[in-house]
């Protein structure tokens, strides 16, 4: 079975830090595009941060450019968010996604971040 389990979530002050973590199973890791969307209450689901498959490249929402850094451990199946500055807005549920083409795709169960003085 695929498995996509995050982690790394809790409670943060403003202009705090954390990391999140994707682990990842049951699938050919390298292959696929690693991608950690959010959500947060009353809103929809949007894209944050995107590493391609081997590392080359990575793709950020304006909102978090300069603050937060998607990386990937091919040998341990593993993709990170590092999240700094963190803002109020910041707070939402984080998911990663897994996709390979447009025929390929799975979703881990979320992760909640909440950034509150």
């Known amino acids: 079975d695929v498995q996509l389990q995050a982690s790394g979530g809790g409670e943060v002050q403003p202009g705090g830090s954390l990391r999140l973590s994707c682990e990842v199973s049951?699938?050919?890791?390298?292959?696929?595009?690693i991608t950690w969307f959010r959500q947060a209450p009353g809103k929809e689901r949007e894209g944050v941060a995107c590493?391609?498959?081997?590392?080359?490249?990575?793709a950020y929402a304006d909102s978090v450019k300069g603050r937060f850094t998607i990386s990937r451990d091919n040998a341990k199946n593993t993709v990170y968010l590092q999240m700094n500055s963190l803002k109020r807005e910041d707070t939402a549920v984080y998911y990663c996604n897994a996709l390979l083409g447009l025929t390929s795709e799975y979703w881990g169960q979320g992760t909640l971040v909440t950034v509150s003085s």
């Open positions: 049951g699938l050919s890791f390298h292959y696929y595009a």
């Open positions: 590493v391609a498959p081997s590392n080359v490249g990575a």
